[in-house]
């Protein structure tokens, strides 16, 4: 069987691994887990640099916590994953010291990784801990995100976190082998070796939800995730936890999602795939042209309304009269300031009211075409 190339010749792997993978009835499977670590090893021997996005914070809490099933309340959700996360890196720091490797803990909101100054720290945390030779294991921070600041899943997590750290190569595992054409349960479905782009998924029933029901996904989570990979030219592989050793080993098991596109901005692509717009800002036509055609910066003058409750910082949609979305930015005003400001320009906002006026609604570095 000849062995996948772009897996093969990989410098850097991010690695993504779901919570019916690693837990069983609220507990961490350690068999399961040991065997993800000692597959993440002996890449690490071969001195290519892994990162482990691991979901199962929550699912290790409920056991503890005497819950039988996954709470429906944040405040439940984040009570289990603060008693969870721990038993979590206690297991895993246990597993990889068996090979010598040391691991820390990332723990990420979307707050983190979308405003400028947090996102910059962000990297070269990961830097320095790969630099270190440590073995990042990274998590959504579920004990404090709100559900305006969440990822919603770890596989898009995975994804993004993949961009972040500018990763050859993600591995995306679960409880199904691939990317089947139909309910891998049923009689006659295919699994697909490879996807080269959007096309070779329409034809395709593809499920949301998996069968433990522990986790937050399924397989249209997985298939999301490799989208936004491979739109930013990171290659994806998509496969059985179980088969994780041969994954990444380079065997062709599993689906291989191929790139479609090249890398972009990594915190406008944050911007772009993990928020969503907590306002919208209303657009008249010339506005629209400088922020598509020109990317010019979005200035007053060119809103007619808007829309929601925001503060300075917080993403916001940028749309047109008819209500159509054609980009999202971090705004630069609160709200409540907004209105009284539109239709005027920068410079004679400055002079009526004060030099902290003279600057863009948002600017054009936190602007991301949508």
């Not at 670590?37 to 929550?58: C, K, M, Y």
């Not at 990317?295 to 503060?311: D, H, K, M, Q, Y």
């Amino acid at each position: 069987m000849t062995q996948r190339v772009e897996v093969v010749k990989a410098g850097r792997i991010v690695v993504k691994v779901g919570s019916s993978s690693l837990t069983q009835r609220g507990r961490i499977d350690l068999e399961r887990l040991r065997l993800l670590v000692d597959a993440i090893a002996a890449r690490r021997v071969e001195g290519t640099e892994v990162v482990l996005v691991s979901s199962g914070a929550i699912a290790a809490g409920l056991a503890p916590m005497g819950l039988r099933s996954r709470p429906r309340d944040l405040a439940t959700q984040q009570a289990a994953a603060s008693v969870g996360q721990g038993l979590l890196m206690a297991r895993y720091s246990d597993a990889f010291a068996a090979h010598g490797l040391r691991v820390g803990q990332v723990l990420l909101t979307v707050d983190d990784v979308t405003r400028r100054s947090h996102y910059r720290n962000a990297y070269r945390t990961f830097a320095r801990l790969l630099e270190l030779g440590v073995v990042p294991i990274v998590n959504e921070n579920d004990t404090v995100a709100t559900t305006e600041i969440r990822f919603g899943d770890n596989d898009r997590l995975a994804a993004l976190t993949s961009h972040l750290v500018h990763t050859d190569l993600l591995v995306l595992l679960s409880d199904v082998d691939g990317l089947y054409d139909g309910d891998p349960r049923k009689p006659g479905t295919t699994m697909l070796t490879d996807v080269r782009g959007p096309a070779d998924l329409l034809p395709l029933q593809i499920g949301r939800t998996g069968s433990s029901g522990v986790g937050t996904g399924g397989m249209q989570t997985k298939v999301e995730a490799a989208a936004i990979a491979t739109e930013a030219g990171i290659p994806v592989v998509l496969t059985s936890a179980a088969r994780v050793g041969e994954a990444l080993r380079g065997d062709r098991v599993g689906t291989l999602f191929h790139p479609t596109g090249r890398r972009r901005k990594t915190r406008l692509l944050w911007l772009a795939h993990a928020t969503s717009g907590l306002g919208r800002l209303v657009l008249d036509e010339g506005a629209i042209r400088a922020v598509t055609e020109r990317r010019s910066s979005l200035l007053p003058a060119g809103i007619t309304a808007v829309e929601g409750s925001f503060s300075a910082g917080d993403p916001v949609d940028l749309v047109s009269a008819t209500g159509v979305v054609v980009a999202r930015g971090l705004v630069n005003y609160d709200a409540v300031e907004l209105p009284g400001l539109l239709g005027r320009s920068t410079r004679d906002l400055a002079r009526d009211l004060g030099p902290t006026y003279e600057r863009e609604v948002v600017h054009r570095d936190d602007l991301v075409l949508l």
